[in-house]
């Protein structure tokens, strides 16, 4: 795999004006547990409500870590590697290869604090030709007021392997101030499928600043699904995706709701380096007074690449809607497309569902609901209920 040299990295904002220090960057240890039976049933049930379950179940292997601590590291597949990034780095020595390729440690102030006060973060391997059936899961959890985590993830889906991650990230519920940096580098090998499901529920005054690379070499594909539904004090991310190979794929899904005073700041962008590539952006998002910007790019470099970006907002209540498709064509025989709308909900759809028997809030949380949801593809049955659960709880909160 050759390094990427300057010019083709994409640049993307850089955040550092909205930088507050301030906060703390140690936290208590916290014991690491051998089995999850003892796990206080609040912590439990906030981690359940962005799909991590500890009894296991359906599930390939569990990495848990609580503020600084690994609290715990599980594989009931021998065909899946899951650990702490500082174990994974005593186990392997041709990891630190892997890191720090994809985002440059000296991208921003967020960047520098995770290469110089790290805090764990996990390390997921899927072996090679492995299929693997049930979905691995990890959980990110602040529990600590005021403090600043910073967490160096690495993913490798080696060549003809499948697996599922499904990622949770959420705060105690006590909890009012905190910062969280994730770094994230996602290396999808030859012929290997990597579906990634992002599930966030942070506390109203979070600052969450994920910083991520994928590199997708010939034949691979990666799903990526983010749904953020709950309030959070700042939101800005967008991950950059490397289509490195001949035949390559990239599907991003979204699903955002900004109530008053929360600020997403969300996109993705990707570049489509060989023949044959293929990507795909679908953004729902819904402000009920807060600020969104979903962001999307597509840079085509090679004839044969196909792509398009689609965002859809609603404006409910006060509140402030951006799109901003850009696409960018480099050579001949490339084919993008875009389609963005921005809004409110059509009278004439309360109209006929009113028609047809329901009342006025009953037909608005109907097309509320219909709008949030996204066919993401790939999701285990019992996730997909479950982000259908949350879809229905926060419909009403919408209206």
Not at 80 to 88: D, L, N, P, T, W
Not at 277 to 292: D, K, L, M, V
Not at 339 to 361: C, F, N, P, S, T
Request: charged content about 25%.
């Amino acid at each position: 795999m050759r390094e990427l040299d300057g010019k083709n990295k994409a640049a993307v904002r850089d955040d550092n004006k909205s930088y507050k220090p301030g906060y703390k960057d140690q936290a208590d240890p916290h014991a690491y547990l051998e089995q999850l039976d003892n796990v206080d049933p609040e912590e439990a049930r906030q981690w359940l409500n962005v799909g991590v379950d500890i009894t296991g179940q359906n599930r390939s292997g569990t990495f848990i870590q609580k503020d600084c601590s690994v609290l715990h590291s599980g594989c009931g597949s021998a065909d899946v590697e899951i650990m702490g990034i500082s174990q994974a780095l005593q186990t392997h020595d041709w990891l630190s290869d892997y890191m720090w390729r994809l985002v440059s440690p000296e991208k921003d102030d967020y960047t520098r604090m995770t290469r110089d006060i790290p805090h764990e973060g996990y390390f997921i391997r899927s072996l090679p030709g492995a299929q693997v059936a049930e979905p691995v899961q990890s959980c990110l959890y602040i529990s600590e007021e005021g403090l600043s985590q910073h967490v160096h993830n690495v993913v490798i889906a080696e060549e003809n392997s499948s697996i599922h991650i499904i990622t949770g990230c959420a705060t105690a519920e006590h909890l009012r101030s905190g910062l969280h940096v994730g770094v994230s580098e996602f290396y999808v090998k030859k012929n290997a499928t990597l579906h990634f499901t992002m599930i966030h529920r942070w506390g109203e005054q979070i600052e969450v600043r994920p910083r991520t690379g994928i590199y997708v070499e010939e034949g691979g594909t990666v799903v990526s699904n983010y749904v953020s539904l709950r309030p959070v004090g700042s939101l800005q991310m967008n991950p950059v995706t490397y289509l490195a190979g001949k035949d390559s794929v990239a599907r991003f899904n979204s699903i955002l709701v900004a109530p008053p005073g929360c600020e997403l700041d969300t996109g993705s962008t990707v570049i489509l380096e060989h023949p044959g590539a293929r990507a795909e952006i679908i953004s729902r998002a819904i402000t009920t007074g807060g600020t969104i910007i979903a962001r999307g790019e597509m840079d085509a470099r090679a004839e044969g690449v196909k792509g398009h970006l689609e965002c859809k907002g609603l404006i409910l209540k006060e509140g402030i809607m951006h799109a901003i498709p850009e696409l960018v064509g480099r050579v001949p025989g490339v084919d993008m497309s875009h389609e963005a709308a921005v809004g409110k909900i059509d009278q004439r759809e309360i109209e006929y569902l009113m028609a047809r028997g329901l009342d006025e809030e009953t037909a608005v949380s109907t097309i509320v609901r219909g709008f949030l949801n996204v066919d993401i593809e790939g999701l285990p049955p019992g996730l997909a209920k479950e982000i259908d659960q949350v879809v229905s709880e926060t419909q009403h909160d919408a209206i």
